[in-house]
């Protein structure tokens, strides 16, 4: 393999990135000029997916050249033959599968955790930190402790009055405590991603200062007005003198400030007196506007600055108390700890007992400055001693500013390491998509097109922002992609909406709805992606296909708390734990879940309780419906008001979905129910009470997510969660590029610490630093949202529509519409039988989407359900077996009991399954006196599931084990026909161990065939 240190990757999308990282990993492994250990190598990727997927290719080629099967030329670079491959990649198996704690494949944030927690002490950190999301309580009770010392401290008094008076004017009718809150977390959440601190100004009244700046200005320009009647000016200059003079100080102060007041200098009438005084005057007006402006800019947020720290003090002292990290802080610490600790390097190797050599990263246009300088630290150790830096990115797909993303360092990396044997790629061919859409691509995304369209919306200003254009021009640069033959097909089509279509969003609709219904001729529903620009979108494109009956995977849909089955569920223990509640009843009450159990009309309870509502009775409504429905009440609700407070939540809400037959029911529902059933359990961790659960998770946000679900549906998600997937079909509802607005407070991080500025249109009139920041961001912002539209327009394999409108009270500034040239297209072919078998049948995708479960579905298609029916049979046995475990004895005891009993702990342990029939065979199993007789001596004689060692080491494990005065019986429960020659060695191999530790007594064994319900072989074994 070659010798280069580094090598940077600039790979477009589809062009094998995942491949290209998983072959690098690999080849520094098996090389056999190399030392690389599992344990040297790091590869980072963006996502946790995206670490799965990676790993999931490195083990799957290490078992294809394990076991001699074909790569597809994988390994052709290695200088190895077949069988010298197969052996070394099982000792790299066996490395990875006996030390998987080695295998340091992960998000950076992982790694950057792993760093900390090994030099936890050098921070100041309990080694045994624990690492939190969801930070707001701690946040909360830091504003909290400042408000109660801005009581006593007078210091912190003037922050908050300053914060009040200086705000409270423009939002009558807020909270100030949330309103300070929400500033908070905004800051705090932002900060995080460049793991600097916020600057904290000097003791400035902001309010004050601009009024007294503002009134030493009116001053001059009153005095600029004495001399007025002496000038022959242009009457824009008499207009703009005049609108100051009326407005006065409040004018000046927010900034409503005339346009020719930022002119240098004067404006005289053609043949008029140059005055020498007035234009003096005139000049230091024009200086002194500019400095109020750039005050203004600077220093609007310093209170926001100064109570942030404040704050922060108590925050970060709460949190090392209880031995927190938040997730959001994990960069800025590992900054931190490298910019104090310059020598640490060694200690760190030391403590993790191994040293980082080989780096890999993946999506390394998307990497922050703060994280690129934590691992920077590492990289530069390891290049130092011979190891090497393999970096995979594209900057056209440089969609994470907003967390910190800064695509530039992809190109700076190169200057910063002053090594010879570097090594630059460009992975150009693209295996994803069909030519045609390529092609499409190649045109819109190409150098000559995005210059022509930067000079076509900036027009007069292109000459003057050509400076802040290269980044622009360098970024779509790239070499067009290649296609292969075999890829010859595609399909594109761009329909732009009718400008004067009055009732555009409903055109939309059906449009879109019309591609769906084409589509689905061709390709199944979980073959569609829409992507969407917002969560909103996600929400609108979401409801349209629900309406219309069509099967959905979205955000929305994925969410359990718009699971109505779920909403169902927390209404009946809402009502449980409040009788009171009618709402909460009668919503459970009228859900899918009570009407199917009950097979009652739903139109039923509604008339009942339209009665109950007008009659207005004084009793509750619960009361009312137990006099009404009382056999129903007593079957399924008397239970759980008994148990009410008594029974974990857990408990309750197995009871609930086992009463109620919820998984029977509706066995679609299951993944929701074990999420929702997750969250019961990490609850249940730290508290208890259902009253304390229902508060907890009415206020869970960020972790009521089905986690890689297998869904059938429609995907419906944005194009950030579209980044590194592909789709058979892609569909953007909604085609639009526009000129973002920039958010206030703009973060300045030029400096060492982060300034916090406001930026407008005014203040950019007046002050030249301001204009020159406010210019380049919103073209590093059109840039982005770009980037978002490659991305976006990048995804599809086969198939890709997009409807883009124009009604201006639907999109106004549409820029896409100059991007591809203002007109509609129609290019291609749709899918069609002519390339199935060329196409589809013989090219099998890992779609990074569902981490290699769709290869998986293609050959399932093929599988016979015989094979299937073996699993059920096998899966029968497990539940079967696990029943039986519950069962020790049944000496004096009820059988029926003894049964439910079992079946309880079964229905937990096989939440999803059907578990009823084992009750029959339990009982009919228990009808056979031989086998009954297995179960009627003491408890303390027997062992379920009984773990028994050899000499060797080697762990076996025994059914039911009875041991007596002066015999021990094996007892092996089997759920079908084994070789009876199996069977037979198997027991005497437990008999002779058993044998071992009881030598002066007689062993005998016996096999229990469960489904026959006797005893089919028994025997006799003498040590």
Avoid at 253 to 270: E, H, M, Q, T, V
Avoid at 441 to 458: A, D, G, H, P, T
Avoid at 985 to 990: E, P, V
Wanted: glycine share 4%.
């Amino acid at each position: 393999m070659e010798k280069f240190q580094i090598i940077s990757v600039q790979a477009s999308a589809g062009s094998g990135k995942t491949y290209s990282l998983a072959k690098r990993y690999l080849y520094l492994l098996l090389d056999q000029n190399n030392d690389a250990e599992v344990k040297n190598i790091v590869a980072v990727t963006f996502t946790n997916k995206a670490a799965i997927e990676m790993k999931y290719r490195i083990i799957n080629y290490l078992k294809k050249a394990a076991l001699l099967l074909d790569a597809d030329n994988f390994f052709c670079g290695l200088k190895l033959t077949k069988n010298e491959i197969a052996k070394r990649s099982i000792t790299i198996l066996n490395s990875v599968f006996e030390s998987h704690d080695n295998f340091n494949i992960g998000t950076i944030d992982s790694f950057k955790n792993y760093i900390l927690k090994s030099c936890a002490i050098n921070i100041d950190l309990s080694p045994n930190f624990n690492i939190e999301q969801d930070y707001s309580d701690n946040l909360l009770f830091a504003l909290s402790i400042f408000l109660k010392k801005s009581q006593t401290l007078e210091s912190l008094r003037k922050i908050i009055l300053r914060y009040l008076s200086q705000y409270l004017i423009k939002d009558l009718g807020w909270f100030p405590r949330e309103n300070i809150y929400n500033e908070i977390e905004k800051l705090f959440k932002l900060l995080s991603n460049t793991g600097k601190n916020i600057k904290v100004y000097e003791d400035i009244d902001f309010k004050n200062e601009i009024f007294l700046r503002s009134k030493l200005i009116l001053g001059k320009i009153i005095k600029f007005s004495e001399i007025f009647s002496e000038l022959k000016i242009n009457s824009h200059y008499v207009k703009a003198i005049g609108n100051i003079l009326k407005g006065g100080v409040t004018a000046l102060a927010s900034l409503d400030i005339p346009i020719r007041f930022a002119y240098k200098n004067l404006g005289y009438k053609k043949g008029a007196e140059i005055n020498t005084r007035a234009n003096k005057l005139w000049n230091v007006i024009n200086i002194e506007i500019q400095s109020l402006c750039d005050f203004y800019m600077m220093n609007y947020y310093s209170v926001y600055s100064n109570m942030y720290s404040n704050i922060i003090l108590e925050f970060d002292k709460q949190s090392k108390k209880e031995g927190i990290v938040f997730l959001n802080e994990i960069n800025k610490k590992t900054v931190r700890f490298f910019e104090e600790n310059n020598n640490i390097i060694p200690e760190i190797y030391y403590r993790l007992s191994e040293k980082y050599k080989h780096f890999l990263i993946d999506e390394f246009q998307d990497t922050s400055l703060v994280q690129w300088i934590g691992i920077k630290r590492l990289l530069e150790e390891g290049l130092a001693c011979g190891g090497t830096f393999f970096y995979v990115g594209d900057a056209k797909q440089a969609i994470y500013s907003f967390r910190g993303g800064k695509s530039e360092i992809f190109n700076t990396v190169l200057q910063e390491f002053p090594i010879k044997n570097i090594d630059r790629r460009y992975l150009m061919e693209n295996f994803r998509s069909g030519k045609i859409i390529v092609d499409f691509n190649n045109n819109i995304f190409s150098k000559e097109n995005i210059e022509r369209f930067l000079s076509e919306i900036y027009k007069s200003k292109y000459i003057k922002y050509k400076c802040y254009f290269e980044k622009f021009i360098e970024t779509y640069s790239s070499p067009k992609q290649e296609v292969h033959e075999k890829h010859n097909y595609g399909y594109v089509e761009i329909n732009i909406m009718d400008k004067n279509c009055k009732n555009d969003v409903e055109k939309i609709k059906q449009k879109f709805i019309s591609y769906i219904l084409d589509i689905l001729n061709r390709f199944n529903l979980d073959d569609i992606a829409v992507l969407c620009r917002t969560n909103d979108e996600v929400l609108v494109v979401s409801t349209w296909l629900l309406e219309n009956k069509f099967d959905v995977e979205s955000s929305q849909t994925l969410n359990i708390k718009n699971n109505k089955f779920i909403k169902q569920v927390v209404s009946l223990m809402k009502f449980i734990n409040s009788p009171i509640d009618t709402l909460s009843f009668f919503s459970f009450v009228i859900g899918d879940i009570f009407t199917t159990i009950t097979k009652i009309n739903v139109s039923e309870f509604e008339r009942f309780f339209f009665i109950y509502n007008n009659e207005n009775r004084s009793e509750y409504f619960c009361k009312a419906f137990r006099e009404k429905y009382k056999d129903l009440w007593n079957e399924y609700f008397e239970y759980f008001f008994e148990k009410a407070g008594l029974t974990p939540v857990y408990e309750l809400v197995l009871a609930i979905l086992d009463k109620f037959k919820v998984i029977n029911n509706f066995p679609n529902i299951k993944v929701f129910i074990m999420r929702f059933l997750e969250l019961i359990k990490d609850f249940e961790i730290e508290y208890s009470g259902l009253r304390n659960f229902l508060e907890y998770f009415d206020n869970l946000k960020d972790d009521v997510y089905i986690k890689d679900a297998f869904c059938s549906g429609i995907k419906v998600m944005t194009v950030h969660k579209a980044k590194g997937l592909q789709f058979p079909v892609v569909i953007i509802s909604s085609l639009k590029l526009s000129e973002k607005n920039i958010k206030n407070p703009y973060f300045d991080d030029s400096s060492d610490d982060i300034e916090l500025l406001r930026l407008s249109g005014k203040i950019t009139k007046f002050s030249q630093k301001a204009k020159e920041i406010y210019d380049s961001e919103k073209i590093n912002l059109l840039l982005s949202e770009l980037n978002i539209l490659y991305v976006s327009m990048t995804r599809a394999r086969y198939e890709f529509y997009a409807i883009v409108p124009t009604n201006k009270s639907t999109n106004s500034n549409n820029l896409i519409l100059k991007l591809i040239h203002n007109t509609s297209l129609i290019s291609g072919t749709k899918y069609n039988d002519d390339y199935v078998d060329s196409v589809l049948k013989n090219d099998i995708i890992l779609d990074a989407h569902f981490g290699g479960y769709k290869d998986i579905q293609m050959y399932l298609k093929s599988v016979k359900k015989t094979i299937i029916d073996v699993n059920n049979i096998r899966q029968k046995g497990l539940i079967v077996h696990y029943a039986l475990s519950k069962i020790v004895s049944l000496k004096n005891k009820d059988i029926n009991k003894s049964v439910d009993y079992a079946l309880r702990f079964t229905k937990r342990r096989f939440l999803f399954e059907n578990v009823e029939f084992i009750r029959e065979k339990l009982k009919k199993l228990f009808a056979s006196k031989e086998v009954l007789d297995l179960f009627l001596f003491d408890s303390n004689n027997i062992h379920n599931e009984k773990e028994i060692a050899n000499s060797s080491g080697e762990i076996f494990r025994i059914d039911k084990l009875i041991i007596n005065k002066n015999m021990i019986i094996i007892v092996d429960f089997k759920s079908s026909n084994h070789s009876d020659i199996k069977n037979e060695n198997q027991l005497k191999l437990y008999s002779s161990i058993i044998s071992e530790i009881y030598p002066s007594k007689v062993v005998s064994a016996c096999i229990v065939n469960v489904e026959k319900f006797s005893i089919q072989n028994w025997f006799n074994f003498k040590c």
